[in-house]
């Protein structure tokens, strides 16, 4: 079964600086994988995905992750952050399309972004 | 409105008695799932259901129950709430490329 290990449950940073959360799942098996973000008092939305092609995967708010199929990874990234980026980021990998007897996504613990102005 | 819906929003109750969250949606996925959300556990999985009236067990399914006898409703029901259930419950559904769409939680407090 896959799994997946969020290295940092908390990352303070700098307004305008840049930022990293790191990923890593436990299959190097054709998966999917995905970043969501949750806002305090809110559920969880999608952020990016990346299901196949281009290992660098653009999303909503700047943000971007690079696929790494060696290293089993899938770190966010973002060049410049913003107040308004402070939430919680969770990493997620499924191994296939879900079908009945698969694995549903599974997700990460979660990594707390606290930008600092 | 299109999406995915939850109700109550809030919830306080007592140990020991039943407790039902309700969740709605619009799409007519065919997933639907219920997650826990605790502080250094971050979302674990209860059920989930694949279609009406095909249910499955998660990672912390003991003291839940759910039903799905429409596609767009899966309920989610503590038939005798204990402390540990103090928690906040997403339900969500999944459409294209597998994308799951969640709703905004529900706060369970069981004093």
């Known amino acids: 079964a896959q799994s997946v290990t969020q290295l940092d449950s908390q990352v303070p940073v700098f307004e305008e600086a840049p930022v990293e959360l790191r990923c890593n799942y436990s299959s190097s098996v054709s998966v999917y994988l995905f970043w969501y973000v949750q806002y305090p008092n809110q559920g969880l939305q999608l952020l990016l995905k990346?299901?196949?092609?281009?290992?660098l995967v653009k999303g909503i708010n700047g943000f971007e992750a690079e696929f790494n199929k060696s290293q089993t990874s899938f770190h966010l990234r973002k060049p410049s952050v913003h107040i308004s980026d402070t939430a919680e980021y969770f990493c997620?990998?499924?191994?296939?399309?879900?079908?009945?007897?698969?694995?549903?996504?599974?997700f990460g613990k979660g990594t707390r972004l606290s930008v600092i102005a | 409105d299109a999406g995915i819906t939850q109700s109550p929003r809030y919830k306080i109750t007592e140990t020991g008695r039943q407790v039902t969250l309700m969740c709605h949606q619009t799409w007519s996925h065919s997933y639907m799932f219920w997650y826990r959300q605790d502080l250094g556990h971050g979302l674990r999985l209860i059920y989930y259901?694949?279609?009406?009236?095909?249910?499955d067990k998660g990672e912390v399914p003991d003291g839940y129950v759910v039903s799905r006898s429409k596609t767009e409703n899966f309920p989610l029901t503590l038939e005798s709430a204990t402390r540990s259930q103090t928690s906040v419950y997403f339900c969500a559904s999944q459409g294209f490329q597998e994308t799951q769409y969640f709703g905004p939680g529900t706060r369970l407090l069981v004093l």
């Open positions: 259901s694949a279609a009406a009236d095909i249910t």
């Open positions: 990346y299901l196949s092609g281009s290992t």
């Open positions: 997620a990998v499924s191994d296939l399309p879900l079908r009945s007897g698969n694995t549903p996504l599974v």
